[in-house]
């Protein structure tokens, strides 16, 4: 019998697994990329750029759920558990990774030539940056007032954040992964993904946001009102 240790989402056992195995990933890509880059030829080997795009593009991923779960267990070390890796996050999420996959090996078998265009990767992986920048930044600032889920009730020492990055826009976690989502696509050159990942997480807001700010307007109804007057929401035309 499985101790729950490793079966439930709170357990160390499978914390520690989910830790090491996005290490491991992480560091094997790492390794991936220092090989294609430094020791490999783009004029014999064909997929070379394909290689070096791809292991950038999976260390910022395992970067993104690693930093998800080492600011939920800074600032809510009580909430801290498997779920804060991000990991299991939804069906959609995992659905939306597969395709990326899948597009950019495709495209990389049958359209190499046209596969990494330096400029257009440069701009995904500035929009990666920017993204992780503004997700981090946001949970750094809000500290324990931040929370993957949605609080339908506030808590005692639930406070309004309005100074760093939320001083001009509303949701920068949002904003950040919105942005971070779609430069993922363009960095890998993903046309189809690209346009599917920023509809995807456009519409996924469009519910969000208005359903999360009429909570606040019930939990602040003196001060969110004008905070949400001078901020930008973070994501365009929502």
Not at 16 to 24: E, N, P
Request: aromatic share 22%; with cysteine; glycine share 6%.
């Amino acid at each position: 019998m499985v101790s729950i240790q490793f079966t439930s989402d709170v357990g160390l056992g499978k914390v520690a697994i989910a830790g090491f195995g996005l290490g491991f990933v992480m560091a094997l890509h790492v390794c991936l990329f220092i090989w294609a880059y430094f020791l490999t030829d783009g004029d014999t080997w064909v997929y070379r750029n394909a290689v070096i795009q791809w292991s950038l593009y999976v260390v910022c991923l395992t970067f993104f759920h690693f930093s998800e779960f080492i600011s939920t267990a800074a600032f809510k070390p009580g909430f801290v558990s498997y779920e804060s890796f991000l990991l299991n996050h939804s069906d959609a999420y995992h659905m939306a990774l597969a395709a990326g996959c899948v597009e950019f090996w495709l495209e990389s078998h049958f359209f190499p030539e046209l596969k990494y265009i330096h400029d257009v990767s440069s701009v995904g992986l500035f929009l990666i940056v920017l993204g992780a920048s503004f997700r981090v930044g946001a949970m750094w600032t809000a500290k324990s007032n931040f929370s993957h889920r949605i609080e339908v009730a506030k808590r005692k020492e639930h406070t309004l954040v309005t100074h760093g990055v939320y001083k001009y826009i509303r949701h920068p976690s949002y904003f950040g992964w919105f942005y971070w989502s779609i430069g993922s696509q363009v960095f890998l050159w993903n046309p189809l993904c690209t346009l599917a990942y920023a509809a995807a997480s456009w519409s996924f807001f469009k519910d969000r946001i208005p359903y999360e700010e009429e909570l606040l307007l019930e939990f602040f109804p003196v001060e969110y009102p004008a905070y949400k007057a001078r901020t930008f929401s973070g994501i365009p035309f929502i």
